[in-house]
T-cell receptor
Framework: SQKIEQNSEALNIQEGKTATLTCNYTNYSPAYLQWYRQDPGRGPVFLLL?????KEKRKERLKVTFDTTLKQSLFHITASQPADSATYLCAPENNAGNMLTFGGGTRLMVKP | NAGVTQTPKFQVLKTGQSMTLQCAQD?????MSWYRQDPGMGLRLIHYSVGAGITDQGEVPNGYNVSRSTTEDFPLRLLSAAPSQTSVYFC???????????????FGSGTRLTVV
């Protein structure tokens, strides 16, 4: 069965450092993958989309990589700020192409 | 633009009761979907729709019904509520299930449902 793994343990980093979050998937080959941010009590907010033919995508302080051989996506936040503290969800497209499957998310805590 | 609007924000039901969770979007999105989010389980797809008059099942459809009579609205009906349906429910929409542009899903703020 399709499986998405994100580190369920919170990631604690110091302000100004680079945060790196990992998303691993098994048993399917998504054509694209999305990353979302979710704050407590709120719905997820779309951040970035990366396609299988794109190795890397950037948006301001965010960078996403997509390695279809390793079946892994990495999400980086450079020069992290306390306001970046949230849960980050990865969502690879499923094989049928008509829905997203979400990972459980990784909670990021940026300490001042 | 209001985006995706979900009502109610909170609801307590007794086992066996039925209710409808409302979802409306004003972005003319073709694709709409319902997810439930439980601790440790992530977001799981319940039902989705690729356009008015078209619906399909997701990963966990049992106990839920949907309809899509208009582009704007996508209500989720709980037929006979069970404690296992206690969860936070999110509605999401997008231009297309397979985005050709860099658009993701727009989510509502959620409905927190407790079944006692």
């Amino acid at each position: 069965s399709q499986k998405i793994e994100q580190n369920s343990e919170a990631l604690n980093i110091q302000e100004g450092k680079t945060a790196t979050l990992t998303c691993n998937y098994t048993n399917y080959s998504p054509a694209y993958l999305q990353w979302y941010r979710q704050d407590p009590g709120r719905g997820p907010v779309f951040l970035l989309l990366i396609r299988e033919n794109e190795k890397e995508k950037r948006k301001e302080r965010l960078k996403v990589t997509f390695d279809t051989t390793l079946k892994q996506s990495l999400f980086h936040i450079t020069a992290s700020q306390p306001a970046d503290s949230a849960t980050y969800l990865c969502a690879p497209e499923n094989n049928a192409g008509n829905m997203l499957t979400f990972g459980g998310g990784t909670r990021l805590m940026v300490k001042p | 633009n209001a985006g995706v609007t979900q009502t109610p924000k909170f609801q307590v039901l007794k086992t066996g009761q039925s209710m409808t969770l409302q979802c409306a979007q004003d972005m003319n999105h073709e694709y709409m979907s319902w997810y439930r989010q439980d601790p440790g389980m992530g977001l799981r797809l319940i039902h989705y729709s690729v356009g008015a008059g078209i619906t399909d099942q997701g990963e966990v459809p049992n106990g839920y019904n949907v309809s899509r009579s208009t582009t704007e609205d996508f209500p989720l009906r709980l037929l006979s509520a069970a404690p296992s349906q206690t969860s936070v429910y999110f509605c999401a929409s997008s231009y297309h299930p397979q985005p050709t542009l860099n658009y993701g899903y727009t989510f509502g703020s959620g409905t927190r449902l407790t079944v006692v």
